[in-house]
């Protein structure tokens, strides 16, 4: 599924109100730092001829126990290789996220996240170079198990799109950690 640069400024804005929406519907007691958390994750994703790993500082403001929601900072890199066709191609990207978590009971996290990275490609076959830079959305749906202020979960692209993603499958692995 193709999603146009449009469609995913829509996506985000709507994340984005929803998040703000939330924001001013519960009470605040505490002072609004004592309810920060800084931390993020890290992702790696492989098969047999692919790589990209991933890390993505965040700050998420927890609303109640169950609830957090924040924006974080994304920077990768992959690789792709198919021997058969002589092809290599590599792949740096960047951007921004807004990342959603929930935690119905101990020891399950939740999370919805969506991220917006430019990305810096560079395909080789054979021995011809091709470089390509361009916007690419991906909303992520995950599950982890929590300990303490660790999770360990596999999260799912559901825009994912094998021509343009910078990563090998639509299911990543991550490490997150908030503080």
Known sequence: MKVSFLQSR??????????ISLHNTIAQENNFWSNVRFGGNLGIGFSDDTFNA???PAAIYSFNDQFSAGLGLIFGY???ENDR?????TS??????????????EGL???????????SRSIEINNEKF???????ALFLGGAYR??????????DVLYDDDKSIYGSAYVPFVRVFF
Do not use: C, H
Request: aromatic residues 20%.
């Open 85 to 89: 066709l002589n092809e290599e191609r």
């Open 78 to 80: 992959s690789t792709f």
């Open 92 to 105: 740096t990207n960047y951007g921004a996220s807004v990342i959603t978590l929930f935690n119905p009971f």
């Open 131 to 137: 470089n390509d830079d361009y916007w690419y959305p």
């Open 10 to 19: 829509k996506i985000f804005l709507l994340v984005f109100l929803i998040i």
């Open 147 to 156: 300990v303490g202020f660790v999770s360990l979960g596999i999260k799912y």
């Open 54 to 56: 991933v890390a993505a």
């Open 109 to 119: 996290q939740l999370s919805a996240e969506f991220e917006q990275m430019g990305v």
